[in-house]
């Protein structure tokens, strides 16, 4: 979410891109990151002038991209 990547920054230098969010114990608010270059993993807490609509939207993505079709939910399962 950063301009600038700072402690984001892999060591490899790769360009770090915000690909989720999670909630550490206590309730605190942690984005996490991969290196595009290596694929590394980083986990930020998120700062006070962190976008909170690209936040909400790295939340959501899990359910407004499911690994299914959500038609399945509404159709009873077959039976055996």
Same mark, same amino acid.
């Given at each position: 979410?950063? /301009?600038?990547?700072g402690d984001?920054? =892999?060591? =490899? ?5 915000? %690909? @989720? !969010? ?5 309730? +605190?608010?942690? %984005? %996490?990151?991969? =290196?595009?270059? =290596?694929?590394?993993?980083? &986990?930020?807490?998120? $700062?006070?002038?962190?976008? +909170? #609509?690209?936040? /909400? &939207? #790295? $939340? !959501?993505?899990? #359910? @407004?991209?499911?690994?299914?079709? /959500?038609?399945? /939910? ?7």
């Amino acid at each position: 979410m950063d /301009l600038r990547p700072g402690d984001r920054r =892999c060591g =490899c230098k790769g360009d770090m891109e915000p %690909i @989720a !969010v999670w909630i550490r114990r206590g309730g +605190e608010w942690a %984005i %996490i990151h991969r =290196c595009q270059g =290596c694929g590394a993993l980083r &986990s930020n807490r998120i $700062a006070g002038d962190d976008n +909170e #609509l690209m936040l /909400l &939207s #790295l $939340a !959501v993505r899990p #359910l @407004a991209q499911p690994p299914f079709p /959500l038609d399945r /939910l509404t159709k009873p399962p077959r039976p055996t």
